[in-house]
């Protein structure tokens, strides 16, 4: 599915990106660069991550082009040389990517995405796509634990009012769908992903009428086939015996919600009259505040909660609201390079990540090597674009969500931990190192 | 400025506004309500916020229409009557605002803006005015923070790369901006705000030169009027040494960017080294995840930094990545209402926040009252629309700007302090306390 929404303006970009590519073509540099992108540690909350992002990375990339009115622009600022700004007319990108498929399990220095391309395009795309594929592989990374912790129990993703904006509303709604949770509240995730879309009432609804009981009947009445009646506005257990009332009087109810409270507390409660009432049938959903520790909570003390909303801190990784994330050049015009920056030294060369598995299906280790060794364990970065086209249709976005179900069930027992565990083994092979080695020694020799 | 990629489609929204809608509409309801949008108590981490995002939430209402596209889509659903999205063609926002201007200091339980409307109008805003005041209060306030520490040094905002996607890029761009960053590396941002925007070059460009002394003449040579180079990449002292050996040799170098390692070290050693190469007007630039703590340290140790870049921390606000904020209906139909939920109490009724100063023109108090009370202070909600118009044209970001800064200057000492100050007095007026009172006992003789 398209999302030309998300294909903004070029100029979504770090100015240095457009300032590099007049230097570079002052100085005649576009042979070929290799940029991979990659977490440099993963927070100490996060026992793995969840690649997300790559179809809008792809999106991006083949509908990569400069309008008129952006070169105008870009003119007016006075910071550039027609030459220069004549040339982005036909500014496409025209290389290669390889990447992780996402939904994925991926781990701290593995390149999640590789771009192969003529230098000023490799840079020139640099902000976009850690932008793209920070948000989500942070936010299927957080909803994966929600997930784990739901044990089973679906879960709904309420965090549209308080994600970052619009576009993390969207793309927090696809990845969290795309790390196992059952849908979102956002209708437009729903229009643009076909991400199933739930909803409820507000408290509102309910203050909007006089009485309680008449704002349940009126809500039930208009929504007949989708009734989940919200009953925490004043009294949760009043709420809910006029919830049976309701259901008594012939108007069907499917559900209840609460938001506020002891959630596990309530929903003993109101479990138990909505059983006595008859409505044996009726679901509830718990919100407010949730992550994946009270989800675990709520799930260990068997608390009778069918269905989870989960937002603000799903949304926004709230206990880890950003990845350590960076795209850096390790080969340019056939020659491997590194940035031996202060504890952001980089791996030099054209990387693959090759994966172990144990006999009993669980990962047992990654090796982080070469591309093109001769290493045990399966590659893990595949071909995505070849001179800017793709190699394969996109992916469904069910078919991410199954193969993220299927990796996240390959979790060694200790990674599947809330709490922190020891760090998955990720080796570098001898060849890289030595790649290392020799790089450092070429430019000190240069330097 | 208008910002028309930012007024996305109204299916930018949870599905139950739309439910409730079709609700309201089957019962006939939809008199005028009432709704304040308000941070029910500030993160440990803040001790004030920077109200910001209302020109966004203007924008967004005075351009909100259903499509036909959009309508078609809702159809497609099956889960709304042909009436009811017949009834959305000429849906509209016809209603009354009115709010803090953005950049006033703000505090819990304080509304930063009320909507008086007819009830669905009113209602179906909901989820987009919180995600958007959201986002640039969250950002201005942890920004101003940022402001505090640099004590007059200038900040420019690099975050756009880890910000929560394409709108969060911008809208923190903006957002920091207006609480006194001196700019952005966003060129977007830039064209759609017209916040200043900055750049100098990344790791990347020196990596692609086989040697850095090139690298920084290329750079320098392409932008003769706006070098900054990035000395880390290898070793920072040698770089250094570089830099003034180009100098000297009669290239233009305006400053030089530390992205890694101790920067009050690296800082020290870079201002001696370039001092003596003659170049004391270089300026450095220190970068690399910083935050109001770590500027805080640098300014406070006299590190010979002349401006920060401020990235991540900063856009994603990481210590505090979102708020407690409600939009919650306080009347209808003339009857003030207000939930009653457990630990989300809402105080109902219109109100308004005065604000006293003292005679050194430091905040000395809010009192939290109802609107028209004969009160002391200065009302701090303003009239923003009026029946669907502006009452008066979009302020300029610069006006917003200064605002923002005569107010920080209001801030008590004790707020000023980037560690947990005593909150500041926010009193309940006794008219406001005796309406919830009576609230409460009409919503418990109806239940």
């Not at 990339?61 to 003119?75: E, G, I, M, S, Y």
């Not at 995730?189 to 009981?213: I, L």
């Not at 069907?252 to 959630?263: H, P």
């Not at 200790?414 to 790089?439: D, E, F, I, M, N």
Request: some cysteine; hydrophobic content about 45%; overall charge neutral.
């Amino acid at each position: 599915m398209n999302s030309p929404a998300l294909s903004p303006s070029p100029l979504l970009t770090d100015l240095y990106e457009l300032t590099m590519l007049q230097a570079y073509r002052a100085c005649g540099m576009n042979d070929t660069a290799v940029f991979e992108l990659f977490v440099r540690a993963l927070p100490p909350e996060r026992n793995f991550l969840l690649a997300a992002g790559l179809e809008q990375v792809v999106e991006y990339l083949l509908a990569l082009r400069f309008p008129a009115d952006d070169l105008d622009w870009l003119a007016s600022t006075g910071r550039f040389d027609a030459g220069f700004l004549d040339s982005l007319r036909d500014f496409r990108f025209t290389g290669d990517v390889d990447a992780m498929p996402e939904g994925t399990l991926a781990f701290a220095d593995e390149p999640l995405l590789r771009v192969t391309a003529p230098l000023r395009e490799a840079q020139f795309v640099e902000t976009r796509l850690l932008n793209l594929v920070h948000l989500q592989t942070l936010v299927a990374s957080k909803a994966a634990r929600c997930v784990l912790a739901a044990a089973g129990r679906p879960l709904i993703d309420f965090g549209l009012r308080r994600a970052h904006g619009a576009e993390a509303g969207l793309l927090s709604a696809r990845a969290s769908y795309l790390a196992g949770f059952a849908g979102t509240s956002a209708v437009e995730a729903a229009r643009r992903f076909a991400v199933p879309v739930f909803g409820t009432m507000a408290h509102s609804f309910v203050q909007a009428h006089d009485d309680e009981s008449t704002a349940f009947a009126d809500f039930a009445r208009a929504q007949p086939q989708n009734t989940t009646l919200l009953i925490d506005t004043y009294d949760t257990a009043r709420a809910a015996h006029k919830v049976v009332a309701l259901a008594q009087s012939g108007v069907a109810v499917q559900g209840v919600r609460i938001d506020s409270g002891d959630l596990g507390a309530h929903a003993r409660e109101v479990r138990r009259i909505l059983d006595q009432g008859g409505l044996t049938q009726a679901r509830i959903l718990a919100s407010g505040n949730l992550d994946e520790h009270r989800i675990d909570a709520l799930v260990s003390g068997d608390a009778p909660i069918d269905a989870f909303g989960v937002g603000t801190r799903m949304n926004v990784s709230a206990d880890a609201p950003f990845l350590d994330c960076a795209y850096k050049m390790v080969e340019y015009g056939g020659r491997p390079r590194r940035k031996r920056s202060e504890g952001k030294a980089s791996w030099p060369g054209r990387k693959q990540v090759y994966r172990r598995t144990g006999s009993d299906g669980a990962l047992a280790g990654d090796l982080l090597a070469l591309d093109g060794e001769d290493a045990p364990g399966v590659p893990l970065l595949e071909p995505v674009l070849r001179a800017g086209a793709r190699v394969a249709a996109a992916p469904a976005l069910d078919a991410l969500r199954d193969r993220a179900q299927a990796q996240m069930a390959m979790l060694p027992a200790a990674l599947r931990t809330l709490g922190r565990a020891t760090p998955y083994p990720v080796t570098v092979s001898p060849s890289l190192r030595a790649l290392a080695a020799k790089v450092d020694a070429q430019t000190q020799a240069c330097a």
